[in-house]
């Protein structure tokens, strides 16, 4: 069985992030929401549609992310975007927070996310 790309939980991403982006445009943030919202959602988000991705092109399908990989994801995350993007680029600032909720998404998307999809299509 294939699974879905826009299921209930990307469709939070997705709509956590417009909304936060929109909140930005308009001059009107909210500083919890704005400032990690999004990097909380990030690695499920990308988690999610690199699986859908695999899913729909591969003829296995079902496919576990091991907790490791997650993890090391969401490091690699935190490195790239809170300590070496800010050296070269204005547009990102360094926050220890940030990668406390890349950490904090990761394990979302293993325990809540992923869990999902094995209990709705193993």
């Not at 939070?12 to 929109?22: F, G």
């Not at 500083?31 to 859908?52: E, G, K």
């Not at 975007?81 to 600032?93: A, D, G, R, V």
Request: a positive charge; aromatic letters at 26%.
């Amino acid at each position: 069985m294939k699974i879905r790309l826009c299921d209930k939980y990307f469709r939070m991403y997705v709509l956590s992030w417009s909304c936060v982006h929109i909140l930005r445009f308009l001059k009107f943030p909210i500083p919890i929401l704005n400032n990690w919202l999004t990097d909380f959602f990030f690695i499920p988000f990308i988690f999610h549609l690199s699986y859908y991705l695999h899913n729909l092109c591969s003829k296995c399908n079902f496919y576990i992310y091991p907790k490791r990989i997650i993890l090391l994801i969401a490091l690699i995350c935190g490195i790239l975007f809170e300590f070496i993007l800010p050296c070269f680029n204005s547009n990102y600032t360094a926050d220890i927070f940030d990668i406390i909720f890349y950490f904090l998404g990761a394990l979302f998307y293993n325990f809540i996310h992923q869990n999902y999809y094995i209990n709705k299509y193993s």
